[in-house]
């Protein structure tokens, strides 16, 4: 595990204690049983858990420099998790010719205290970033630091609820000359 894996979880953990105390509880008020999820939460979440078969667009240079537009299919998964604080989620695209594979996982969490949704995504490029973004009806758009294959970066993503059974993603980075779109996903249950 790497320092900066160790610092994000450090941090995740910090978050969700800060949460828990949020609503000023002393410590010593606080046992097994007596802590419960944001409501903000789980309300903005429910729409998003389950399986989602998506169509996704990989930007221009996305995949590398002068790497071309790419359009492939993608799997999201999301689920409920560690007593409904966090929803944690899986995303992928299976390897074919002419599209590299990829696969992801992230959390999303909310801070009380801030009254912001939290996301940390980690996948198999070695990338890694921790967005925060407040919740406006059914979307939010998180953005933070991270570190992609290697090299520094700003983040923004957006999560849209756009009906019943249909979502949108967008992931956006900043190299240093303004964020530039990485990709987008419309996903259907």
């Not at 990989?58 to 998790?81: F, H, N, Y």
């Not at 205290?113 to 967005?131: F, I, P, W």
């Not at 756009?162 to 990709?183: A, C, P, R, T, W």
Request: with cysteine; charged share 25%; hydrophobic share 35%.
């Amino acid at each position: 595990m790497t320092a900066t894996t160790l610092t994000t979880t450090a941090a995740a953990v910090l978050l969700a204690t800060a949460s828990a105390f949020a609503d000023d509880r002393s410590p010593g008020d606080i046992g097994p049983g007596s802590l419960t999820p944001a409501a903000e939460l789980s309300d903005f979440m429910k729409a998003f858990e389950g399986n989602w078969n998506c169509d996704t667009r990989l930007a221009s240079g996305a995949v590398g420099p002068g790497s071309r537009e790419i359009a492939v299919k993608s799997t999201v998964k999301i689920k409920k998790d560690l007593n409904g604080f966090w929803y944690q989620g899986t995303y992928e695209i299976k390897r074919s010719k002419g599209t590299p594979g990829f696969r992801g996982i992230f959390f999303v969490g909310y801070d009380t205290g801030s009254r912001m949704a939290v996301l940390t995504s980690l996948d198999d490029t070695g990338s890694l970033a921790t967005l925060h973004g407040t919740l406006q009806g059914d979307s939010v758009t998180l953005t933070g630091d991270g570190t992609m294959m290697g090299t520094k970066v700003k983040s923004r993503e957006t999560l849209a609820k756009k009906g019943d059974k249909v979502s949108y993603h967008k992931y956006e980075v900043d190299l240093g000359k303004g964020f530039q779109l990485m990709g987008e996903d419309t996903c259907r249950k």
